[in-house]
């Protein structure tokens, strides 16, 4: 069979022996994450861009109109990496520029190289999620994605906390356990069409180990799981870092169906539980700020701008998380003798989060697009670029929304008729089926409601 059927098939079937390992079919892409050099050039320029964030943030003009660092992060870096979810999984991970600082001071023997306390281990989720809800408040209500100066503070602040756990402990502790995007990133991968994976057969009677624990000195996985650890996408930054490690060329990259590490999951990881409902009450809190009805409301009720958001994000944090109580009280089981509790409505409400992440970020990018040329003539005095301003209409970016919502719409449903049909087959009734499909559908018209 002919790689790109078998590739359909891969992206298609539920079946995981349809997986189509990328690494066999094109070893040019295992060579290029194999080749740590690659890494180090795109890791290089990752941090001369944040530099540049940085400088023009902390030293350019104030005025977003007139500081290209703004629309480069928000509308262009931010939106980037959100898309890359979909197919690369946490692989910005592996190049992104935050660890740059600690993984330089680890190098030069600063580093304390303390092993990881179980109390980080145990509630860095938490705090990694609550880091995640105050970027995106903070984002809004002191409108950093208008700010050169916050948004150079917040790079910073991210390169300091990830430098500070790099002086204290061993590897990339700040990437595994604290850092908000990483968090957001490895839950978004659940739904990515590729997957990195061992090949537990080569993998029976390692005697090595070298993925995990490294080889003639060179150290192993960045995030202590090593090829033959990774279970999920949750963890793994896809950085290749294992691959030169592996003596029985065991990592795959996997070509899958976006939907079969959801329904295998079932919920159960404590990220997405709280994640999932953040994001949709949050994206749905952010889109109604646009609104007049919200204009409306808040100088009815004399409320400031950021009292009015705060109320509102809250508010649509607690409905969704609600409504995600309700359809798991429907669905009718919440815990299981083999693998005890999971939230089976979490991965179902899990494509329309993140298609809506990547909505409303594309949204900010359509929406700055054509002036970030003649921001840059602005800041630098080159008057000819701003006769290159363009505007990119509003209808097209709604309908592409639209189109977006509505397929993760349908895939929140597949994945209901998928556990009705396997794992779950006669424990949803009938009736709750249908009132959970409906749910599903009465968030698409809340988002499409507030999209257009
Ligand atoms: S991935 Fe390679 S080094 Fe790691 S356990 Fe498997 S065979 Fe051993
Ligand atoms: S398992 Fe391999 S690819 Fe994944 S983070 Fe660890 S070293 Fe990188």
Redo the contacts with the bound molecule.
């Keep these: 069979m002919i790689w790109w059927t078998r590739g359909l098939r891969s992206l298609i079937s539920s079946d995981e022996e349809e997986r189509l390992d990328l690494f066999r079919v094109f070893p040019g892409i295992r060579r290029f994450?194999a080749a740590r050099h690659h890494y180090a050039y795109l890791r290089t320029a990752g941090d001369v861009l944040f530099i540049i964030v940085v400088v023009s943030g902390l030293f350019g003009p104030p005025d977003p109109e007139r500081n290209f660092a703004v629309f480069l992060v928000w509308g262009l870096l931010w939106p980037a990496i959100v898309l890359s979810w979909f197919f690369t999984g946490r692989m910005w991970c592996?190049i992104c520029p935050f660890p740059g600082l600690g993984i330089f001071l680890q190098r030069k023997g600063l580093s304390l190289n303390l092993p990881v306390p179980g109390l980080l281990k145990k509630y860095g989720v938490y705090t990694a999620v609550f880091l995640l809800a105050l970027v995106i408040w903070v984002e809004i209500v002191a409108g950093l994605d208008r700010s050169p100066m916050g948004t150079s503070w917040l790079v910073l602040s991210i390169v300091a906390g990830s430098a500070l756990l790099a002086l204290l402990f061993t590897g990339q502790s700040w990437c595994r356990h604290l850092c908000p995007l990483g968090r957001i990133s490895g839950a978004a991968a659940t739904l990515s069409i590729t997957e990195?994976r061992p090949d537990h057969e080569k993998c029976r009677g390692c005697e090595t180990f070298g993925?995990y624990r490294g080889v003639d000195g060179r150290s192993?996985?960045?995030?202590y799981?090593?090829?033959y650890?990774?279970q999920n996408n949750l963890?793994?930054?896809?950085?290749?870092?294992?691959?030169v490690?592996c003596h029985r060329d065991s990592?795959r990259l996997l070509l899958r169906n976006p939907y079969s590490e959801l329904i295998r999951n079932k919920g159960r990881y404590i990220t997405c539980t709280y994640i999932v409902p953040f994001l949709i009450g949050s994206q749905l809190a952010r889109f109604l700020r646009h609104h007049e009805l919200y204009a409306r409301l808040r100088d009815l009720l004399s409320l400031s701008d950021p009292f009015a958001f705060s109320l509102l994000l809250v508010t649509g944090f607690v409905l969704i998380l609600g409504i995600i109580r309700f359809g798991t009280y429907l669905f009718g089981i919440s815990e299981d003798p083999m693998f005890g509790k999971f939230a089976p409505m979490v991965p179902i409400f899990i494509p329309m989060a993140f298609t809506g992440e990547l909505v409303h970020r594309l949204d900010v990018f359509a929406g700055g697009l054509g002036d970030f040329i003649p921001t840059i003539g602005r800041q630098f005095h080159l008057d000819v670029l701003s006769g290159l301003a363009f505007h990119i209409p509003d209808f097209p970016v709604q309908i592409m929304s639209a189109f977006f919502m509505l397929n993760g719409a349908i895939a929140g449903s597949y994945i209901l008729w998928r556990f009705c049909l396997e794992d779950f087959e006669g424990v949803v009734r009938l009736g709750n089926f249908i009132v959970i499909n409906l749910m599903i559908f009465v968030l698409l018209i809340a988002y499409l409601a507030v999209i257009f």
Excluded: D, R, T
């Design positions: 994450l592996g990195f993925c192993g996985c960045p995030v799981l090593g090829a650890g990774v963890h793994c930054l896809v950085c290749g870092h294992c691959l490690l990592p």
